[in-house]
């Protein structure tokens, strides 16, 4: 059965930082990519970074840039997502996801059904206020 299970979210004053969790179970991460999405009240859910199981490339939305750092822990089958000079802006549900859905939003460089299926966490919700 794959499960991903997201955590470290929290409230934090703008200009701090936190720690994002996924930890992943059904699946190995040498093999998966891995992505991090949010999505706020009222808006349209966005990719935010993903990781790439072959080199750990990662990629980035732009606002994002400079101030969030994705990594991955294989022997503990986990993905962080750190984030850092948080904004109001930043504030949402965080979700990790795996499959064709992360290659499509971040426009990874093979075909998205080489991928597999999509699964998705829960959420953990990040509010940034002062």
């Known amino acids: 059965q794959v499960q991903l299970v997201e955590s470290g979210g929290g409230v934090v004053q703008p200009g701090g930082s936190l720690r994002l969790s996924c930890v992943a179970s059904?699946?190995?991460?040498?093999?998966?990519?891995i992505g991090w999405f949010r999505q706020a009240p009222g808006k349209e859910r966005e990719g935010v970074s993903c990781?790439?199981?072959?080199?750990?490339?990662?990629y980035y939305k732009d606002s994002v840039k400079g101030r969030f750092t994705i990594s991955r822990d294989v022997a503990k089958n986990t993905v962080y997502l750190e984030m850092n000079k948080l904004k109001h802006e930043d504030t949402a549900d965080y979700y990790c996801?795996?499959?064709?859905?992360?290659?499509?939003?971040?426009?990874?460089?093979?075909?998205?059904?080489?991928?597999?299926?999509?699964?998705w966490g829960k959420g953990t919700p990040v509010t940034v206020s002062s």
């Open positions: 996801a795996t499959g064709g859905v992360v290659a499509g939003t971040f426009g990874l460089p093979k075909p998205s059904y080489l991928y597999g299926s999509d699964y």
């Open positions: 059904g699946f190995t991460l040498d093999e998966y990519v």
């Open positions: 990781i790439l199981s072959s080199d750990d490339s990662a």
